[in-house]
């Protein structure tokens, strides 16, 4: 799982894949998330911070360093605080998968707390040399919109602008000359990066920046330019990191697949799945699409926060409700005597919704479920065991996130 370096000027806690195909980095006396992060002995990402005005996490007074394993998840937890004025505190809490991180950055703001400038969180350095981007946007009704790849240009100088935004997108994929690609998104709550720490007239900037040896993405969740005290409080900001990997699984076309019946309440009767077991084998898979399901209309994703108009028919992976639905799915499965035949997902793509109950909220709340797609692809491969077949139809979404979905987390363990 893990392995510690006391050999280096910094003492590095490092979570380490199995196979050896990446290693992330945590320095263990400074408050951050990853520090290093490498995929096939390249450097992809160093030097993760969050900033208040002229201060960041990286000069702040270590409080704790904590790491333990629940499952198959690596979890690595940072706690410190700033050693001047009001003393922000910063919480890191970063939940490692097979080629992703979870990430929880919680920023507790004092009393009579001003800022003057921005507010920055999980801004980051690209080392090396990339050579395109493309980004994960807000499409119609709730759905997602990759873009296409945007070539960085060569000839921008070292601190100057190659793209920026005043919203941030729902992620950014950002390509190297080896072909390596690094995705960094928001998390479920995007009401949150929307609002910052300033509130419904806030602003943001998100950036990529030319500097020497690489690219940075800086990632301003509130900017200013004049005195602003801010309303005290922690200030939760979820994100995610994940990277691809050279031996990602291939997916499989759902073209054979069987599908089981789903009654009305969008279960599926117990022994509707055993007569079906008699159709499966390794060629004819069973097929789980979110799509043939009659999701309850609380349960599906609504965007317009404005509107009570018709919904998508397509369910919110943040909702408990869904969840919880189609996890008793799953444990039938985890039932059936006969483990031999496929099992294919089609309807996991990630999407946006407004609907507040989702995320516990009595009032409206933009959020989207990619996150929440990580979350039930690691469960399900928990319950379902390592040695059942579980695939996926990626569609249109081929980001580093979607490459990997339920593979086992295995962990380097060294002590």
Not at 321 to 338: D, F, S
Not at 342 to 356: K, N, Q, S, W, Y
Not at 394 to 414: G, K
Request: proline share 5%; charged share 25%.
């Amino acid at each position: 799982m893990t392995r510690n370096t006391d050999s280096e000027p910094h003492s590095f806690f490092r979570v380490i894949s199995q196979s050896g195909d990446w290693v992330s980095g945590h320095q263990m006396d400074r408050v951050g998330v990853v520090s290093q992060l490498l995929t096939e002995g390249s450097e992809l990402v160093s030097n993760c911070v969050c900033e208040i005005d002229d201060l960041s996490d990286d000069q702040a007074i270590s409080d704790s360093f904590r790491h333990w394993r629940k499952g198959d998840t690596v979890i690595v937890e940072s706690k410190g605080k700033l050693p001047y004025g009001n003393e922000i505190k910063f919480v890191h809490t970063s939940r490692y998968g097979p080629n992703y991180s979870r990430i929880t950055t919680d920023v507790t703001i004092p009393r009579q707390t001003v800022i003057r400038q921005k507010v920055g969180v999980g801004s980051l350095f690209f080392p090396g040399k990339w050579l395109q981007y493309r980004l994960v946007g807000f499409g119609a009704r709730g759905n997602v919109t990759i873009s296409r790849w945007y070539d960085i240009p060569v000839d921008v100088k070292d601190g100057k602008s190659i793209a920026s935004w005043p919203r941030s997108p729902l992620a950014v994929v950002i390509r190297n000359v080896e072909r390596a690609e690094v995705e960094i998104g928001l998390g479920s709550n995007l009401w949150r990066w929307e609002t910052g720490v300033t509130g419904p007239e806030n602003k943001g900037r998100y950036e990529l920046i030319r500097q020497a040896g690489g690219i940075q993405f800086q990632r301003l969740a509130t900017i200013t330019d004049s005195e602003q005290e801010l309303v005290p409080g922690t200030y939760r900001f979820s994100w995610y990191l994940a990277w691809s990997l050279s031996t990602s699984p291939p997916t499989r076309s759902a073209a054979k697949a069987v599908s089981p019946h789903w009654e009305s309440d969008g279960t599926v009767p117990f022994r509707t799945l055993t007569d079906d077991c008699e159709k499966l084998n390794e060629q004819n898979p069973l097929l789980i699409d979110l799509h043939e399901i009659d999701w309850h209309p609380s349960l599906v994703r609504r965007l317009d926060l404005n509107s009570d108009g018709a919904r998508p028919l397509v369910p919110c992976l943040v909702s408990n409700g869904t969840i919880k639905r189609l996890k008793k799915v799953i444990r039938q499965l985890a039932r059936l005597e006969n483990r031999s035949f496929p099992i294919v997902f089609r309807g996991l793509i990630p999407g946006v919704c407004a609907e507040g109950r989702h995320v516990g909220r009595k009032q409206d709340r933009q959020h989207w479920d990619m996150v929440g797609i990580l979350q039930f692809c690691e469960w399900t491969r928990k319950v379902l065991g390592e040695q059942r077949v579980l695939e996926y139809d990626r569609d249109y979404y081929d980001c580093p996130s979607t490459s990997n979905l339920f593979a086992t987390a295995d962990f380097y363990d060294e002590d």
